[in-house]
């Protein structure tokens, strides 16, 4: 199966890249993160405590939730804005660490996976759990200074707070016992701090033309 999985912290571009390396390959576009964004939505309207892991996860088995390549529907809803606020990512990552709900989304990963035939998938737990076969594995990193850099030209925000709810998500993702954000062993590690977007795409499309051409 064609899979390039790219994973890494919060702000280090793999949206951005992901997209553009889908566009070079071919292959379809799935954003995984947007997936617990839309599950943390429905915690929030529902008033549901996102600490509580049974919850949560009953809500992640029962809603509807579809990403496109530009459009993330909740229940039937185009939420695409409203899975970015900041009140979203104040609980994204409580939510993403229960196990309840890391099983009914990879669940549907991977069944995304395979009606696409492959597919460039970004997260943070792809090439390690959710597709440890994909023939080529992407951690994409950059200094935390970048990342809130980044994160600020694009939405705006104090760049103080901007860099502390990125490093109060990193820790939370990195620190979980399930499916924990760490490089897998056979990954590539591509620090994109001091480079283009352009460098980085070019860096990963030649990874995965050696891979797939053998
Ligand atoms: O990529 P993002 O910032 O939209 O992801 C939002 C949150 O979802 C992130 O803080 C952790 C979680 N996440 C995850 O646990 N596993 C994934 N495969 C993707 C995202």
């Known amino acids: 199966m064609r899979v390039i999985a790219i994973d890494g912290p919060a702000g280090a571009g793999k949206s951005t ?7 070079a390959t071919g292959l379809r576009y799935l954003d ?28 992640a088995r029962e809603v509807s939730v579809v990403i496109g390549r530009d459009v993330s529907m909740l229940n039937g809803i185009d939420v695409s804005t409203e899975i970015r606020s900041s009140e979203i990512n104040g609980i994204v990552s409580i939510i ?8 009914a989304m990879r669940e549907q ?9 492959g597919g460039v998938v970004e997260g943070r737990d792809i090439g390690t759990v959710v597709f440890p076969e ?4 992407v951690f994409l990193t950059a200094s935390p200074e970048v990342r809130a ?9 104090d ?10 998500r990193d820790h939370l993702d990195s620190t979980r016992l399930d499916s924990p954000l760490k490089p897998s062993n056979d990954s590539v590690v591509v620090d994109s701090s001091n ?9 990963i499309v030649a990874h995965f033309e050696s891979v797939d051409h053998g």
Do not use: F, N
Request: glycine share 6%; charged share 25%; proline share 1%.
């Open 17 to 23: 890249v992901a997209r553009q390396v889908s566009t």
């Open 195 to 203: 480079k283009t977007i352009e460098e980085v795409v070019a860096e």
């Open 109 to 117: 990963q991977r069944s995304w996976i395979r009606d696409q035939q």
């Open 32 to 59: 995984t993160g947007a997936m617990y964004r839309c599950v943390a939505l429905a915690v929030q309207q529902s008033s549901t405590d996102a600490h509580d892991a049974e919850a949560v996860g009953k809500i």
């Open 149 to 157: 850099e980044r994160r600020v030209g694009q939405s705006g925000g």
């Open 134 to 137: 994909a023939i080529l594995k």
């Open 159 to 168: 760049i103080q707070a901007v860099a502390s709810s990125i490093a109060e």
């Open 96 to 103: 993403a660490a229960h196990t309840p709900v890391r099983d």
